[in-house]
C-alpha cells in the first residue's frame, strides 16, 4: 500500500489513528496490570539504576501504573509524582487529539515558547538531581 493510499485511508477514517493508539495504550495497560512490576523477572532493570545505582526521571513508571490500574492512586503518586502529572497531562492530549479527530477539525498541539521547552527540561533534570539526594528521599521510588 502506498504513502497516499495510506493517508486517504486515514483520512476517510479520522478516529482510526486515535482508536489504534487507544488500543496499544489499552493492551499496555492491561499487561502491567498483570504483570506485577514489583515481583522480580518480569522487566528488564533501568538502564540507568543498573550502571549508576541512581533514580532517572522515569524510575517507578512501571509500579506507578501498576498502582493506578489497581485503584491505588495516592501510592501510584508516590511511586513518581512527575509521571503521574506527565501521566495527566498526556491523556487531557490525547483526549484532545481524539475530540478533534470525531468532529473533524485540525488538532493543534498548544503553541510552546522556547521558555516553556527550556523550563520543562530544567523540571525534568531538577527532579532528577533531587530524586536522588538524602533530604528529597520522598520523590524515590
Excluded at 499496555?28 to 533501568?46: E, F
Excluded at 477539525?105 to 523550563?119: C, E, H, N, Q, T
Amino acid at each position: 500500500m502506498s504513502k497516499a493510499a495510506i493517508l486517504a485511508r486515514l483520512r476517510a477514517y479520522p478516529a482510526l489513528l486515535p482508536g489504534l493508539v487507544g488500543l496499544l495504550g489499552a493492551a499496555a495497560l492491561t499487561y502491567v496490570s498483570l504483570s506485577d512490576p514489583n515481583q522480580p523477572g518480569h522487566y528488564p532493570t533501568c538502564p540507568w539504576l543498573a550502571l549508576t545505582g541512581t533514580y532517572c526521571p522515569g524510575c517507578g513508571t512501571l509500579r506507578m501504573l501498576h498502582a493506578f490500574t489497581h485503584g491505588h492512586v495516592a501510592t501510584g503518586f508516590g511511586l513518581n509524582p512527575l509521571g503521574a502529572l506527565v501521566l495527566t497531562w498526556a491523556a487531557v492530549e490525547y483526549g484532545r487529539w481524539t475530540w478533534s479527530s470525531l468532529t473533524g477539525r485540525r488538532f493543534a498541539p498548544r503553541p510552546r515558547s522556547p521558555y516553556a521547552v527550556w523550563a520543562i527540561v530544567a523540571v525534568i533534570l531538577a527532579y532528577w538531581v533531587l530524586r536522588n539526594l538524602p533530604f528529597a528521599a520522598v520523590l524515590a521510588p
